[in-house]
T-cell receptor
């Protein structure tokens, strides 16, 4: 499945680093999402973009900063993260509010 | 408050038998439901969906049943195959919203 791609697949960063996660969708969808999956917890929606406009920010700390330059690309900029931010970060896309299709995720470890 | 619950964290089934995964929800405004399968180190893969105007949807070996009065849905896999071993998530949303609420998942193990 190459409809939604994410890079990098794995990332290790220190608490003072700045890094970015990238997501690209090739499905022609108009909505894109960032989710966080921590161990033994449900997927948590972080951000939603519809036609490049942010429509949902689920009370996410400002150390996570999303960017959506167009309907096909989505970034998550990370800075001064905490060890508890270590998780699997998943990107998804959908056409309007229909079924969401996920990328493979980025496994993030914050030291 | 968890609006979507999968109360069984794990399930083991013999190959060839039926697997039944359950999901309960509390929000009566939910009108669209999805099931996803997830292998380790991969993102969730969409399996099957159902809208609230139906009570059953079939796709090959996978059938989803929706009981609106009980706020309960189930995924039936028959016959189960070892390749079906994965974590299964249900997800629900209200009409017109982008926000899906996910359950915590059920780990299915199909024994050969």
């Amino acid at each position: 499945e190459t409809g939604v791609t994410q890079t990098p697949r794995h990332l290790v960063m220190g608490m003072t680093n700045k890094k970015s996660l990238k997501c690209e969708q090739h499905l022609g969808h108009n909505a894109m999402y960032w989710y966080k999956q921590s161990a033994k917890k449900p997927l948590e929606l972080m951000f939603v973009y519809n036609f490049k406009e942010q429509t949902e920010n689920n009370s996410v700390p400002s150390r996570f900063s999303p960017e959506c330059p167009n309907s096909s690309h989505l970034f998550l900029h990370l800075h001064t993260l905490q060890p508890e931010d270590s998780a699997l970060y998943l990107c998804a896309s959908s056409q309007e509010t229909d079924t969401q299709y996920f990328g493979p995720g980025t496994r993030l470890t914050v030291l | 408050d968890q609006q979507v619950k999968q109360n069984s964290p794990s399930l083991s089934v013999q190959e060839g038998r039926i697997s039944i995964l359950n999901c309960d929800y509390t929000n009566s405004m939910f009108d669209y439901f999805l099931w996803y399968k997830k292998y380790p180190a991969e993102g969730p893969t969409f399996l099957i969906s159902i809208s609230s105007i139906k009570d059953k949807n079939e796709d090959g070996r996978f059938t989803v049943f929706l009981n609106k009065s009980a706020k309960h849905l189930s995924l039936h896999i028959v016959p189960s195959q070892p390749g079906d071993s994965a974590v299964y998530f249900c997800a629900s949303r209200s009409s017109g919203t982008y926000k899906y609420i996910f359950g915590t998942g059920t780990r299915l193990k199909v024994l050969a």
